[in-house]
């Protein structure tokens, strides 16, 4: 950039106002291009921090943590309605809330806390957080586009809602997928003492983390404890802030095409399940009708066909009580965790329209719902207590869920872990039966009858007594026959083999 001539005769009061448009010009962010390829995450924060400076009345960026590998992790507020929106009227601006917080610190900003009228009115999107679903990355970040950029558009929205969006909750497996190995799925963090490294956040957080088996070898591995990980520590620390003000918590994944609402920890359903699958199908209508993609929608232990402890989802719907929680699985098996670049805008503003009409349904159920009144939590059917060193297994007993809100899948009861000590009764009760079997055999049965062996059908037998001959005439007419039926080929058919006993 070429610099301001200086001007003869020039005061110290105009250098020093050059000088302040220099600096403004060399301020400039470039734009990286969210819409057509999968950004680094030097980019994705490059991204955030040119909207900030874009829209600086209703923007802004918050730092949440720091990753194994000193990556920051970051969310960005959209905040249409607050005291420095110069878009606003001054009627609406003095009585708007602020922007944001001084964090108590000192070292970083956070929401504000909304009271009165202005509470249960944020939407909290969070993606990124499986390092291998880079869709679902590009899809919050398309998000995020579509409410500042085009913020014309969805103005309506924005007039109802706040928006926090976390577009990458795991940097550090992000950029070690796009750079060494695309299936990695947890975080970087290594283990002591063992060769492994990484923890699933999405198995990390504390609801019933105890719940379910976990091998640190394994790519679902939850950790030493809850919390273990810096990621979920950052999400931790803004979501139990900002709980009494979350009205909708939305979890983009990939590839699963559906839409799931809790519990993924258990089989049983939560109170409001129906008002949950309403906002559900609502999201899915949405996409159907833009370009035809039909999603499912059910539980995430209906639909996944299995439980899952610990998830992000679990603990803002079951431990902070936000009204309403979804999982959207992004497509498709076909596309796989990183779709050809060619497909990231059709999916972003695909999903999009979902979303929005997902963000509206929630801002008209928010009165319906009133999660003060929620029985205890469930328990899963394997969840192990330490008191005083004794374990204990409680077992929840299963419901089966309604198909007409959307649930496309029954329950089946829940099954308890067989011990050895189960088989080997079992295994003794079969001998036993085979054995009362056998002394059956020994009763007296009538003359050419003889017992079945095990495993065989009268057929396949040997007979022990030649066939009793009988008068009469065969198939063929010509009498004398010896009581085998002929068929059409001339050969004795196979149930002829069969001994003919007569009284």
């Known amino acids: ?26 301020l400039v962010i470039p734009r990286p291009d969210i819409l057509h390829t999968y950004l680094e ?127 990458l909750v795991n940097p550090d497996g992000y950029e070690y997928s796009r750079t060494k190995n695309p299936k990695w799925r947890k975080n970087r963090r290594p283990h002591k003492s063992t060769k492994f490294v990484g923890t699933d956040c999405n198995r990390n957080y504390d609801i019933f983390w105890n719940s379910g088996p976990s091998k640190i070898n394994r790519n679902t591995y939850k950790g030493e404890s809850p919390f273990s990980e810096p990621e979920t520590r950052a999400m931790r620390s803004i979501l139990d802030r900002m709980s009494t003000n979350l009205l909708f918590f939305l979890s983009l994944h990939s590839y699963g095409q559906s839409i799931m609402y809790p519990w993924g920890y258990c089989r049983d359903n939560p109170l409001y399940w129906r008002e949950l699958s309403s906002l559900a199908n609502s999201g899915k209508s949405a996409i159907k009708s833009y370009n035809g993609r039909e999603y499912r929608t059910g539980s995430i232990s209906c639909l996944t066909k299995r439980t899952i402890a610990g998830s992000v989802v679990d603990y803002v719907y079951g431990v902070l009580k936000v009204p309403m929680a979804l999982v959207m699985e992004l497509p498709s098996r076909e596309l796989g965790f990183q779709p050809p670049v060619e497909m990231i805008s059709q999916i972003g503003h695909e999903s999009w329209y979902g979303i929005r ?11 319906q719902i009133a ?27 299963s419901t089966v869920e309604a198909t007409a809100a959307g649930g496309d899948c029954a329950k089946t009861t829940s099954k308890k872990k067989r011990s050895k000590r ?41 007979p022990r007594y030649p066939p009793i001959k009988r008068s009469g005439l065969s198939r063929d007419g010509q009498g004398g026959g010896d009581g085998a039926i002929l068929t059409s080929r001339g050969k004795p058919n196979i149930s002829s083999q069969m001994p003919l006993v007569f009284p």
Request: hydrophobic fraction near 35%.
């Open 41 to 167: 995450y030097k980019q994705i924060n490059q991204y955030l921090e040119y909207l900030a400076q874009r829209y600086p009345h209703f923007v802004y960026v918050h730092i949440l943590g720091h990753t194994h590998e000193k990556r920051e992790v970051r969310a960005l507020e959209i905040n249409w309605m607050n005291s420095e929106n110069v878009e606003l009227s001054p009627q609406m601006r003095e009585h708007a809330p602020r922007l944001f917080d001084i964090a108590p610190n000192g070292r970083f900003t956070v929401p504000v806390i909304h009271l009165g009228e202005h509470c249960r009115k944020t939407v909290f999107i969070e993606a990124g957080t499986h390092a291998r679903e880079w869709i679902s990355i590009s899809t919050a970040l398309n998000c995020i586009y579509q409410l500042t950029e085009r913020y014309t558009r969805n103005i309506e929205v924005l007039r109802k809602l706040r928006f926090i969006i976390v577009p």
């Open 1 to 26: 950039m070429a610099a301001i001539p200086k001007r003869k005769n020039q005061t110290a009061k105009d250098r020093a106002k050059d000088a302040a448009t220099t600096a403004l010009r060399r």
């Open 422 to 462: 189960t088989v080997r009764a079992q295994h003794e009760n079969t001998v036993r039966l085979q054995r009362s079997f056998k002394a059956r055999e020994s009763q007296d049965l009538p003359e050419g009858i003889q017992a079945l062996p095990p495993g065989l059908f009268p057929r396949q037998m040997e």
């Open 357 to 367: 009409e997902m963000c509206k349904r929630s801002y008209d159920l928010r009165n």
């Open 371 to 397: 999660r003060e009144n929620d029985p205890p939590l469930p328990r899963p059917a394997r969840y192990e207590a330490t008191n005083e060193g004794v374990a204990i297994a409680n077992t929840s007993t």
